[in-house]
């Protein structure tokens, strides 16, 4: 079966509800989308981190990278201090992610001192944007040199597109946008850059569900609910 690895932050987890690589699972069952390095918050370093692990997979398949914003700050967990720091955190106490090369903790637009502190006096906004050009270089030599079919959006991009006058009655207010704009997302902006076809009789009763389904964020049904949307493609 081909695959189709993807890579994003919380536009693309699906923690919410359905997100761009959930929906397009749903549009090309004869692919299996790999999405097992997104995570909510996410920065360029965690997700390369996750890229350069599966690197022994990725040749001759397909790669979707969406690039968080520049100043991300992920921290790998190498003493107590940063459990504590994380795990204090207001908003980000649950953002652990236990990879490979240890623990992760994914600090966002966490407000702790040590983190503003970070970004205020070590690693500013200029720095952060030529890491993640020079994230992007490597990722992208390193998929051609892998024969692999590739396409770079960004979160920037998707949050810029959820915000068009077409959307302002079905966005909804969360920050990442509800599923039917992930659906025009995937079939406007992802699937005409990359080589994969599709069926449009498919997509477009996929639409309809979509459309048809009221969507509430962190349903706790969400996942049962979307499991039963998708066999009804079937």
């Not at 097992?36 to 996750?50: N, P, Q, R, W």
């Not at 090369?101 to 983190?115: E, K, L, M, N």
């Not at 270089?137 to 960004?154: A, H, I």
């Amino acid at each position: 079966m081909k695959k189709i690895y993807t890579f994003g932050d919380g536009f693309a987890t699906g923690h919410l509800w359905p997100e761009w690589p959930q929906i397009l699972q749903a549009l090309v069952p004869d692919y299996q989308v790999i999405n097992d390095c997104s995570a909510v918050g996410a920065g360029a370093e965690y997700l390369v981190t996750g890229f350069v692990d599966l690197i022994p997979e990725l040749e001759n398949h397909l790669v979707i990278f969406q690039w968080p914003m520049a100043e991300r700050f992920d921290k790998l967990v190498e003493d107590k201090h940063w459990f504590h720091v994380g795990k204090t955190d207001p908003v980000y106490h649950f953002n652990f992610h236990k990879r490979p090369y240890g623990i992760w903790w994914i600090s966002s637009a966490s407000r702790q001192p040590q983190v503003r502190e970070y970004h205020e006096k070590f690693v500013q906004s200029g720095q952060h944007k030529i890491r993640l050009t020079n994230y992007q270089t490597l990722v992208r030599n390193t998929l051609e040199n892998l024969n692999c079919d590739y396409y770079f959006t960004s979160t920037d991009e998707h949050q810029y597109y959820s915000t068009l006058n077409r959307f302002a009655e079905t966005r909804q207010q969360e920050i990442q946008p509800s599923p039917i704009v992930h659906y025009y997302f995937l079939i406007e902006k992802i699937l005409p850059n990359i080589n994969i076809t599709y069926d449009p009789v498919r997509a477009k009763r996929l639409e309809n569900l979509i459309t048809a389904q009221s969507w509430q964020s962190y349903d706790p049904y969400g996942k049962e609910i979307w499991r039963d949307l998708v066999a009804r493609l079937d």
